[in-house]
C-alpha cells in the first residue's frame, strides 16, 4: 500500500509506543496496533502489560471485560486470563488445559512511554529501544506526555510528514514555520535503524512562536531536526539562540525537545502521540495550548491525504523533490525492513 | 462466512420471524430478510403478506411506496402489483403482461408472529414451525412481544450466544444469571431441525432478579433451558422452584418462557425479535423493564464480536470448550442445511 | 456498473457542468468529477480556470489549500501552481523543472454553467455545448441558478429519471405531474449526442402547479418534454395553453424551462444542477421554493435506489416498459460513446 509495495503494512519487528506510561493503570486500555486487538493494564506490582485483545473462545473484546486479581476476566463466559497471557480459568469446566492462550506482548515502560513489541518476541531487545539521553530526556528536562490522537490516516502519512519539516514553513506558517525550514538545506546522518536530519539557520527571521514566548527578536540562529527512530519513533529538537550582533550572541534562549511517535493501527489509521521536554516548565504549559492547533494541522493533512488516496487509489504519480531525500530514504529504510520479515 | 465454509451466509429454506404480528398492519413495513428487500402488510381481509420489496422496473424501494387497495403503487413510476405479487396496473400503457411479478413469500401468522420462506416455496410447509404448546404457549400463558432490535453483527453470533447459556454467569451476571450458569452441566437433546439443552441447578444461589421480583430466598432450584428450532428461533424456559428444605419444597414460585428470534438481514447484520410468556400479566410488565438492559447486553456483545472480526478476519482461531458442544451441534446442522441447499 | 456493462463508469470525453458560473470566485473550488479532484477558481482577470484537486507531491487536496495571484500554493509544502498548472514554484529548491504541473481542464462558461472536459483535450470542443438558443435561453428569458445537490447515488440514476418523465405522474403526483405524464405516448427525436422526447396533453387535467401559480384552470393543453444533450444536460420545457373552448385557446399562460445537469462524482454519487428560465421574474421566486421539495424528490429516489442496488447487487433483473424507449436509448448511446472511449 502507497507509498509502500503492495501487501507492505508495517514493520513487526520494532517497538512501538502503545501508550504513555500515565495512560495505563488498573483499568483496561483497549488498542489496535498493526491491526492486532490489543489490552494494556497496570498489575498489582505496578508493571505494566500488553496482551491479545480477542477472547479466543468467541473473539469477545478482552478490552470491555474485566480485571480480576493481575489477569482479565472476559465479559461473555467468564474464561480468565493472567498477565502472561496463560487461561487461568474455564468457568464451565474444571480443566485448563496449558495450551489454552492469548497472546502476551513484551512491554516496556522507557521514558514517558510504554513501548510493544508485535513481531516475533524473541527479537525484542530492549537495546533497541532509543536512547533517552540520545533523545534529550537528560537531567534538568522537564518532559511532559500532551496529546494522544486517533489519526484516521495510514501512519506513513505522519512519518512522511515527520522526515520532510519543509511543510513547517507552510502547513504551520503561522506559528512554528519560516520560510527558511524549506530554502534551507538540509543534514542527513543515517545508521541501520535510524535516519537524522537538521537545518542550521544563521540570522534568520523569527518564526511567530518566539514572539509567543516573549522573546522580542526579529532575527535569531535557530536549528531544527528530526531524529527518526524506525520504525515508528521521532525525536525533534528545536533550538534558538541569539544571533551575531547580538549582546548575548551565540547564547541559546530556547531549547525545547519534541517526541512523535506513530503507531500503525490499521492500514489506513493510526495513533499520534505527542510529548515535549524542555528545562522550563512554564514554558510547556504555555506550548501546550500553542501547539494543540499545530498537531491539529499535522492531523487534517493526514486525515486529508488518507482521503485522497481513497478517490485516486493507491499507486498515485508521485512527484519527488530535491528535499524528499529524507523522506525517500525514511521509506527506503522501512520497505527494507519489511521485505526482510516477509523473506525471514 | 465465520463460524461457517466462505460463501455460507444463511439457510434459505425455513421459516424466519419476518415481524411480530402486531408490527403488521395496513402499512407498508420494510425489511431486508436473508439479502432480500421484503415489504410486509395486512389486507383488507385482514391477512398478512409478504412480496418484494424492491420494484422490478427501476428498482424504487416498495417500502417506501403507497398502498392502493390489496396492493401496492411503485412510488416513481405508479406500477402496481397485488398481494400476490403480481403486476396489476403500468400507468404507461394499457397492457399488462402476466409475466410481470414480483417475489411473494410464504407467510404464517403463528403464535406472535409472522413467519417468512425465503427460499423454495413448495417447501414452505406449516409443518414445519414450531408447535406452540411445545414452546409454552399453552392457554393460561400471557404472551408479549417486547423488543425488535437491529443489530449490527451477524446472525449466527446471536445463535452462538443463545445456545451456549453459560454467557449468563458473566455477560448477565448482574440479573439473570449466576455462576451455577456456566458450572452446571447441560442435557441436550437432538433432532432433524431441533436442538434442546437444560441445566438443572438444585440449591443453588438465587439470581439478582429472583430479589427483584420480590422473591426472598438466597437459595432456590432452577431450570435453565433453550430449544432452538432451526434456522432462527429460540425458545428458553426458566423455573425456580422452592429448594429442598422449605415449606413449600418442589413448587414452583416463577416460571417464564423467553422467545428469542434471529433473523438474518444482511451477511453482517440481523433482526432480533425478544418475546416473553408467563402466568402472570404484571410480572411481565416489571420484566420488560427489567431485561431491556439484559437484551441490550446479547446486542453488544454481538455487535462488538462483528467489529472484531471486520478487525482480526472471518477465520480467527477459536478455542473449544466443553460447554461448547451444543453451539457447535448448532453450527454443524446448520452447516449441513445450506450445504444441501447447495448441492441440491 | 449497472445499467451499464461492467467497468462502464462515465463518458469521459463530453462537456459536464462543473458549477454554476456564479459559484466560481477568488475562492478555491474543490469538486470530484469523475473520480478526479478538481479545483475552480476565477483569475484576476475574471477568466475561471478548472485544475487538478490533488498536489502531485504528497497528494495534499489542492482545494483546501491558498490563492496566491492567479495560481495555487498548496498548503503542504508550499509549491506552486499557475492557472495552465505548471509549477511555478517549489519554495525548497532553486530550480523548477518544466515536466512539474497538474492536470489543467478545459473550462468553458456558456450559459449558466462552467463546463469541464474531463477526457482528451484536444477534442474539446465548444461546438459540442448545448446551443443556448435551442435551450431556451433566448432573450427576455430570465434564467437562475437554482440548486447544486450533492447526491449518493449514481448518475445515471438521475440520467433514468430524467429520460422518463412518466415518473412525473407519480413521484411528483403532488405538484408537477398528472396521471396524463405517464399514459401520454412521447415523441422522441434521436440526432449523435441529443436525444429529445415530447408530450403533448390536450384538454388536460391541470397539476396542482397551475392553481399555485394563480391560474384557476381545471384543464389546460401542456406540453411537457426533456432535451438530453449527452452525456450530462438536459433542458426541460414545460408549457401551458388555455384549452379548447376557453376564450384564449391556444395562447401559453406559462411557460418555463428547467434544466437539470448531471455530473458523476464517484462511481456512487454525483452533482445535481438545477436552473431555471422563464420571462416573468416573480414566477421564479415562487417556483424556487415550490420547486426545492421536487428536486428532493428526485435525489431521494435516486439515493433510494442506489441503496437497493448496494443491496441486490449490480445486476438486478430489470422489467422493460413500453415507456422505457427513451431511457434505454439514451443508455445506448452512452454505453456507445463509453465502449468507443474504451476501443480508441
Redesign the interface.
Known sequence: MYPFTTGSFAVRNGWYVAAFTHEIGEALLAR?IL???VVLYRKQDGRAVAVGG?C??????LG?SCRKGDGI???????AFGPDGQ?TD????SFTPRS?HIPSYPLVEHGLWAWIWMGEADKADPVLLPDLEAIGLTPGMIARALFVEHVKGRAQLLN?NLL?L??L???HGSSIGT?DN??TPEEVVKRPGFLSSRRHMRDAEAPPVVAHMGHHLARIDRVSGMDFHLPGFHAGIDESRYPQGHARAGEAFASSRVYHAVTPE?PHSCTYFFAMATTDASAIAIMEDYLRPVIAEDKF?TE??E???A??GEN????L????RNAVEGRRMLQAMMDAERVG
Open positions: 489496535t491491526d492486532q486487538p480477542r479466543p473462545h468467541r473473539h469477545f473484546p470491555k476476566v472476559c465479559g461473555y463466559h467468564g474464561i487461561c474455564i468457568p464451565s469446566q489454552y512522511d520532510d519543509t511543510h514553513a507552510f502547513l520560510l524549506a530554502a490499521t493533512a486529508e491525504i482521503a485522497m488516496l478517490v485516486v498515485p504519480e508521485e512527484l523533490l530535491k528535499s524528499d
